[in-house]
Nanobody, 121 residues
Framework: QVQLVESGGGLVQAGGSLRLSCAAS????????MGWFRQAPGKEREFVAA????????LYTDSVKGRFIISRDNAKNTVYLQMNSLKVEDTAVYSC??????????????WGQGTQVTVSS
C-alpha cells in the first residue's frame, strides 16, 4: 500500500505563488507516476498535472501550462507542484494521486486527503 500526504496549501492573492508537496510512503516502487488533481466547489474533480517517477515525463492540463510546474524528488519520494501567477479560478482542493499518470482519475489507485488552495482577488 502507498500512503500520500499533501502539504503547502493556503491563502494567496492573485498573481502570487504556492508550492504544494506530496510525500509518498509505503510500496512506492509499484507506482509508475504521480498526479495532481483539483476540485472546486460544485465542480467535478479535474486533472492538473502528472509526472513519471523514472523519466520525469510531465503532462499538464492546458489551463496551467506556463504557470504550474510539477517535479519530483525520488530520494525523498516526494512530488511538488509549483504554482505561479495564480488566478482566482485556481481556487480548489488539490489532491495528489499515485497510479498510471494519465489525465483520468480512474488510472490512479491511491489518493491523498487534499489541501485547500484559495486565491483571492
Amino acid at each position: 500500500q502507498v500512503q500520500l500526504v499533501e502539504s503547502g496549501g493556503g491563502l494567496v492573492q492573485a498573481g502570487g505563488s504556492l508550492r504544494l508537496s506530496c510525500a509518498a510512503s509505503g510500496r512506492t516502487s509499484n507506482t509508475y507516476a504521480m498526479g495532481w488533481f483539483r476540485q472546486a466547489p460544485g465542480k467535478e474533480r479535474e486533472f492538473v498535472a502528472a509526472i513519471t517517477w523514472s523519466a520525469g515525463t510531465t503532462l499538464y492540463t492546458d489551463s496551467v501550462k506556463g504557470r504550474f510546474i510539477i517535479s519530483r524528488d525520488n530520494a525523498k519520494n516526494t512530488v511538488y507542484l509549483q504554482m505561479n501567477s495564480l488566478k482566482v479560478e485556481d481556487t480548489a482542493v488539490y489532491s495528489c494521486a499515485a497510479g498510471g499518470g494519465s489525465t483520468r482519475t480512474e488510472s490512479y489507485h491511491t489518493w491523498g486527503q487534499g489541501t485547500q488552495v484559495t486565491v483571492s482577488s
